[in-house]
């Protein structure tokens, strides 16, 4: 196997992890139940769901606009908990997201059947660590 | 070692007959990949493909965050499985997503548009403009 372009700058143990994260560079949600490589189904502006590549069923999903959705609902909305306020660090709720992000856009079938499908993917009482301030 | 951003020369898509200029494979996102998502990490080696060389460059990819864009591609291989690498089929275009700033933030396959199958379905309403398409 060819060796990664990244290998040098990389180092320690490398395991898959079913756990959503926050990514500030594109300000976006993502969550993936396993590793395996996806075909994206844009739903709407902000909810993605994530289709395996190998057996087409939904393994995950994408949120994007995180921080307009947080602006929208103001910090209170979405805030689970905010242990370093110096230093602009908090935890949101990824279900509060979830439901901020559908009740924004129109209620048709296609949409709902979507966000019930990550609803139930989501894993409960679950708070992301993000930073205001890259919004 | 030091945290090091990976710099990728692209086609500048504001300036696409202009000089070329770096994407970034910024070092959290990367080692985000490679700590937790082995399959990802592996797939960077198609982002970079892509982002080398892309068929299609779309501007405004997103409604709440300014700027950013999309470069698609149609590698020959990609991992789908940590360490399984096949064909990539016909049916799919390979999608890398940049931020305003140019760093990487999203890369993954994603259906072909019926009229283009170089661009990723519903590329009309979901982009503000193609704004390169590939001559070769």
């Not at chain 1, 769901?49 to 979405?78: D, T």
């Not at chain 1, 979830?98 to 966000?115: D, F, H, N």
Request: charged letters at 25%; hydrophobic letters at 40%.
């Amino acid at each position: 196997m060819e060796k990664h372009f990244l290998s040098n700058f990389v180092s320690g143990k490398s395991q898959f992890v079913a756990k959503p994260w926050y990514n500030p560079h594109g300000d976006c949600i993502i969550y993936r139940t396993v590793d395996e490589e996806v075909i994206a189904e844009r739903i709407d502006e902000i909810l993605t769901i994530y289709h395996s590549a190998i057996s087409e069923k939904p393994i995950g999903f994408q949120i994007k606009g995180v921080g307009a959705i947080v602006r929208r609902l103001g910090l209170a909305g979405v805030e689970v908990e905010c242990e370093e306020r110096d230093k602009e660090i908090m935890h949101v709720s990824l279900i509060a997201i979830l439901l901020a992000a559908y009740e924004s856009g129109p209620k048709t079938i296609g949409r709902r059947m979507a966000y019930t499908g990550a609803f139930e993917f989501s894993p409960r009482q679950t708070s992301l660590q993000i930073s205001p301030v890259t919004f | 070692m030091p945290p090091t951003n990976y710099l990728v020369e692209i086609i500048n898509p504001e300036n696409v007959n202009g000089p070329k200029i770096k994407a970034i494979f910024a070092h959290d996102f990367y080692l985000q990949l490679y700590k937790h998502s082995p399959v990802k990490y592996q797939n960077l080696e198609t982002a970079r493909f892509v982002l080398q060389k892309p068929l299609r460059i779309f501007s405004g990819v997103r409604q709440f965050n300014d700027g950013g864009w999309c470069f698609t591609g149609k590698p020959k291989m990609w991992y789908v499985k940590e360490d399984v690498r096949v064909t990539f089929p016909e049916h799919l275009v390979f999608a890398v997503y940049l931020n305003a700033a140019f760093n990487l933030y999203e890369a993954r396959a994603e259906r072909c548009a019926n009229d283009d199958k170089l661009c990723p379905d519903d590329w009309q309403n979901r982009y503000k403009a193609l704004v390169w398409k590939s001559t070769s």
